[in-house]
C-alpha cells in the first residue's frame, strides 16, 4: 500500500502495534521450528557479529551451547571449533527469533511460540534460565549445562503438554494489561507477569501428566522466576514488531537489538537493514563489589521490549525499579517516560498505566523526533560482568546510541528525496 505522507504512514504502524494479538501456543525445540539450526549454527542477539568481535561473556554463551550440544567435550574444543569457522552464526532476529543479552540459542534449546493472530506472524524466544550462573550472561560450567539439560527434557515438555490444553494458546495481551497496572515494565521487572502467567498455567500442568518430581520441579522453577515471563514479552514484541515492519513505509523505529558490539536499529520506512553504531556500557546498580570497572558493553534482543514501548520507555509503569536500576525514584520515574513521550507519537491504550494518569505507555518511536531533540530511548538492562562466567553484576539503563538514528535519518532522507 502507498501512503501519501511519513504521518499517514506511521499512523498504520501505530495501527499494527494496537491491533495486534499475540498468543502464546507451545514450547518446541528451537531446531523444529528454525530450520537453520539443524546443522551447526547458533542465534546470536543484535546484528551479525563474527566471534573475533563478540566480547567474553558472548564467546563464553558460545562455549556452553557447543558443550550443551554436544559438539565438543570440553572447552578447548568448543573454542577451536567457534574460531576456526566450524560454527555457523545467525543474528537471532534474521530468523524471527530473539534472545536476552548473548542471545545464544542452539537446536536442543527449548523456545516459547508466539504468534500475532492479526498478522498470523510468528517470533521465538529461548525460556528464562533464572538468576545466578546462567548462560546468557556467559556461564558455561557443569551447573549451567544441567539446568540447560532439564530445561529441554523436563520444563520445555513440560509447557508444551500444558499449553496443548490451552484453545487457541494463552492471550500475552491480557496478561500485559493486568501485569503493567501490578507495576510491572517488562524489562527489568516482569514479577507481575511471571506470576500471573503461573497462574494461568498450574491448572493445566496439573493434568498434562507429569510425574509427581516433574510436576514440582516444574512448579518450583516458574516460581523461583521472577523474570520468565520475559522471554515470553521478548517473542511477543518480536512477533508484533516484525509486523508493524511490512508496512513498508514511514519513520518508526520498529526494532532495537545489541550484539555487545555494535547497536542496530530497523525503522518502518527502511526495510531490514541495521543501522548501527558502537554500543554504550550500561551503568546503574552493582552488586556488592562491582563497578562500572567490571561492567560489559551493552547486549541483548531484550531491548524489543522498548520498541514496542515498555521496559525504560515505560518506567511509570514500575516506579520500584528506578531504584533497582540506579536512576531515583518516582519523580525520576515520572521524568523518564514524559521524556520518552517526547519522542513517541501516540500512546497504547492497550496499555493503561494507573501512575501515570491511566496514560497508555509510549507507542511508536519517530526516528524524525529522536533526531530533531537529541533524546535517545532509555532502555532498562541487567548488567553483565565483562569477564565470562561471572554472570550478572547488577541492573542500569543505557541510551541507544545517537549514531543509530543519524545513519537512518539520513537513509530515510534519501528515500523521500529530501534533504537530511
Same mark, same amino acid.
Given at each position: ?14 495501527q ?34 563474527? /566471534?573475533e ?9 558460545c ?5 550443551? =550440544? ?15 569457522? =566450524? ?43 533464572? %538468576? ?12 549451567? %549445562? ?11 515438555p513440560?509447557?508444551s503438554?500444558?499449553? *496443548?490444553?490451552?484453545?487457541?494458546? @494463552?492471550?500475552?495481551?491480557?496478561? !500485559?494489561?493486568?501485569? %503493567?497496572?501490578?507495576?510491572d =515494565? ?8 511471571? *506470576? ?21 520441579? !516444574? ?33 518508526? !523505529? ?19 537493514? /541495521? ?18 570497572a ?11 521490549? =522498548? ?5 525504560? @520507555?515505560?518506567?511509570? *509503569? ?52 529522536? !533526531? ?48 537530511a
Amino acid at each position: 500500500m502507498t501512503y501519501k505522507t511519513i504521518d499517514e504512514a506511521n499512523e498504520a504502524v501505530i495501527q499494527k502495534v494496537i491491533e495486534s494479538q499475540p498468543f502464546l501456543l507451545d514450547v518446541v525445540p528451537a531446531k523444529s521450528v528454525i530450520s537453520e539450526l539443524n546443522e551447526k549454527a547458533l542465534l546470536h542477539s543484535g546484528p551479525s557479529i563474527k /566471534w573475533e568481535d563478540m566480547n567474553d561473556p558472548m564467546q563464553g554463551s558460545c562455549v556452553g551451547a557447543v558443550l550443551f =550440544e554436544g559438539w565438543a567435550s570440553n572447552e578447548e574444543e568448543a573454542r577451536k571449533m567457534l574460531a576456526g569457522g =566450524e560454527i555457523k552464526f545467525i543474528s537471532a532476529h534474521s530468523v524471527n527469533a530473539v534472545g536476552p543479552m548473548g542471545g545464544i540459542t542452539s537446536a536442543n534449546f527449548p523456545v516459547v511460540v508466539v504468534e500475532d493472530k492479526a498478522s498470523g506472524r510468528r517470533a521465538y524466544c529461548n525460556l528464562n534460565e533464572g %538468576i545466578g550462573a546462567v548462560l546468557r550472561f556467559g556461564a558455561y560450567n557443569e551447573e549451567v %549445562i544441567n539446568r540447560l539439560n532439564w530445561m529441554k527434557d523436563v520444563l520445555g515438555p513440560a509447557l508444551s503438554k500444558a499449553l *496443548a490444553q490451552i484453545e487457541g494458546g @494463552m492471550n500475552v495481551n491480557v496478561l !500485559v494489561a493486568k501485569a %503493567i497496572t501490578m507495576g510491572d =515494565e517488562f524489562h527489568q521487572r516482569n514479577i507481575a507477569g511471571s *506470576a500471573l502467567f503461573l497462574k494461568e498455567i498450574v491448572p493445566y500442568l496439573i493434568t498434562a501428566g507429569l510425574s509427581e518430581k516433574e510436576l514440582q520441579e !516444574v512448579t518450583k522453577f516458574l516460581a523461583d522466576t521472577d523474570q520468565f515471563f520475559l522471554n515470553i514479552m521478548m517473542a511477543s514484541a518480536k512477533a508484533v514488531m516484525d509486523s508493524a515492519l511490512t508496512v513498508g513505509e514511514g519513520s518508526i !523505529v520498529t526494532h532495537l537489538a545489541r550484539n555487545g558490539h555494535m547497536f542496530g536499529i530497523k525503522v518502518s520506512g527502511l526495510g531490514d537493514q /541495521w543501522f548501527t553504531a558502537p554500543v554504550n556500557t550500561p551503568d546503574g546498580l552493582y552488586f556488592t563489589g562491582y563497578s562500572s570497572a567490571d561492567a560489559c558493553p551493552d547486549m541483548g534482543d531484550s531491548a524489543i521490549t =522498548e520498541a514496542y514501548g515498555v521496559g525504560g @520507555m515505560a518506567m511509570i *509503569a514500575a516506579p520500584g525499579v528506578t531504584r533497582f536500576v540506579g536512576t531515583g525514584g518516582f519523580s525520576d520515574a515520572i521524568n523518564t517516560s514524559d521524556e520518552m513521550r517526547e519522542i513517541c507519537i501516540a500512546n497504547n491504550p492497550n496499555l493503561s498505566i494507573p501512575t501515570w494518569d491511566f496514560q497508555g505507555a509510549c507507542l511508536g518511536i519517530d526516528l524524525r523526533k529522536v !533526531v530533531e531533540t537529541g533524546i535517545t530511548p532509555v532502555i532498562n538492562t541487567g548488567i553483565a560482568n565483562k569477564v565470562a562466567g561471572k554472570g550478572q553484576i547488577g541492573a542500569g539503563t543505557v541510551r541507544v546510541p545517537l549514531g543509530c538514528f543519524e545513519k537512518a535519518i539520513e537513509a530515510l532522507a534519501e528515500k523521500y528525496g529530501v534533504e537530511a
